[in-house]
C-alpha cells in the first residue's frame, strides 16, 4: 500500500470514486484560491490520467488528503522528480477546500511527505514554488525548515508566474528539529 499517514491526515493514492470529485475541484476557483491556476479537467480526462499512470508513476505521485476522523476529502499532495536532477523533487500543494485551509493540515501533509521522500527514496533536495504573494505557503515552507533559495518563473498550468524557490536538503532535514520526531 502506497498510503501515508500524520496525525490527522490519510495520504493516499487517487481511485475512480475519487474522480468526480476531483474534476468538480478542477473547475472551481474557491478550490484553487488565489494562488494556483484551475486545471479545468473533463471527467474523461480524469479517467485518462488515471489510467495512463499521470496520477501514479515512479517518477511522480498525486494523493488526496483524507482526514481521518471522518474520510473528508480536502485537496491534493503531488510530487514529482525533476527531468534533469532525479533526485530533486518537486512539491505541489492544494487544500481544496476554503474552510479548511488555515489549520495546519498543508503543514502536516507535506512534512510527512518529506519524510517518505527523504526516508523511502533517493531524494536529495526537495523544491517548492510559491507565488510571492503566498504568505501561508512561505510560514508553512519556513516552520518545516525549507530555505529561500531566490526569485523565479515558474508554470502553473498554462500561466508563467514569478515567485519564490524554497528549498529542503536531506542534510537539512536530517539536522532539523522540527522533523526530529514525528508523530502519527
Not at 7 to 13: D, F, G, V
Not at 111 to 125: S, W
Request: a negative charge; hydrophobic letters at 35%; one cysteine or more.
Amino acid at each position: 500500500m502506497d498510503n501515508f499517514f500524520t496525525y490527522r491526515l490519510n495520504m493516499r493514492p487517487i481511485t475512480e470514486a475519487d474522480l468526480p470529485l476531483l474534476q468538480q475541484w478542477s473547475q472551481c476557483p474557491a478550490a484553487y484560491g488565489e494562488h494556483l491556476s484551475m486545471e479545468c479537467w473533463s471527467l474523461e480526462e480524469c479517467h485518462a490520467k488515471l489510467q495512463n499512470a499521470s496520477f501514479w508513476s515512479d517518477a511522480a505521485k498525486t494523493y488526496v488528503m483524507e482526514l481521518k476522523a471522518d474520510q473528508q476529502l480536502i485537496g491534493t499532495l503531488r510530487y514529482w522528480c525533476k527531468p534533469d536532477t532525479p533526485s530533486t523533487a518537486m512539491i505541489a500543494l492544494k487544500v481544496a477546500i476554503p474552510e479548511q485551509r488555515g489549520k495546519g493540515y498543508g503543514t502536516e501533509a507535506q512534512k510527512g511527505l518529506c519524510r517518505e521522500l527523504f526516508t523511502k527514496y533517493h531524494i536529495q533536495d526537495i523544491d517548492v514554488f510559491t507565488a510571492m504573494d503566498n504568505r501561508p505557503e512561505q510560514r508553512c515552507l519556513e516552520k518545516l525548515d525549507f530555505t529561500f533559495v531566490g526569485f523565479q518563473s515558474y508554470q502553473d498550468q498554462d500561466h508563467e508566474r514569478q515567485g519564490k524557490l524554497y528549498r529542503l536538503s536531506k542534510a537539512r532535514y536530517q539536522q532539523s528539529s522540527v522533523h526530529l520526531y514525528y508523530y502519527d
